[in-house]
């Protein structure tokens, strides 16, 4: 039976589909759902760029940048989890390593799943370092789910 799910998003189509099946899960075995979300400049950089059109470095507001669209990231994501039904749930942003973040919240609920999108918008490292997703799965003491 599956009690606690955690559910990791970065923004990326994946990590929304990914929250939407931990949702689904959720409400199939009434669990609850914890969102966690780990900013990353490189991921501001990212959705910077594709709204501008132009390179966007590193500045003087990028902290307040990267803590507002966190903000605004896991607002979506509660909007998503409270219109698709889920009784219990929790939001977090955190701010160390995505991989470890998601296995820590899942240490601290006692998770029976983890969820999380298979292509993020991870950094380069992850191509010498591996996947987010990658990382949860190797460490995880629970079951994982890797959303397309």
């Known amino acids: 039976m599956i009690k606690s799910i955690v559910v990791g998003i970065d923004g990326s189509d994946a990590s929304e589909r990914a929250l939407r099946m931990a949702c689904t899960i959720a ?4 669990a609850s759902l914890s969102v966690i979300h780990t900013p990353r400049e490189e991921t501001v950089n990212y959705a910077a760029e594709a709204i501008s059109g132009f390179y966007v ?3 003087m507001g990028q902290q307040e940048l990267l803590r507002e669209a966190a903000e605004k990231l896991i607002e979506k994501a509660q909007a998503i989890v409270k219109a698709e039904g889920v009784a219990t749930s929790d939001a977090k942003i955190c701010h160390g390593d995505p991989a470890g973040d998601v296995l820590d919240a899942a240490t ?3 998770a029976d799943l983890i969820v999380t999108g298979r292509r993020g918008l991870g950094d380069l490292g992850a191509l010498v370092l591996g996947s987010t997703s990658h ?3 190797k460490n995880a003491k629970c079951a994982c789910l890797t959303v397309p």
């Open 27 to 30: 409400n199939r075995f009434g």
């Open 57 to 59: 470095g590193v500045g």
């Open 108 to 110: 601290s609920a006692n």
């Open 135 to 137: 990382q949860i799965s």
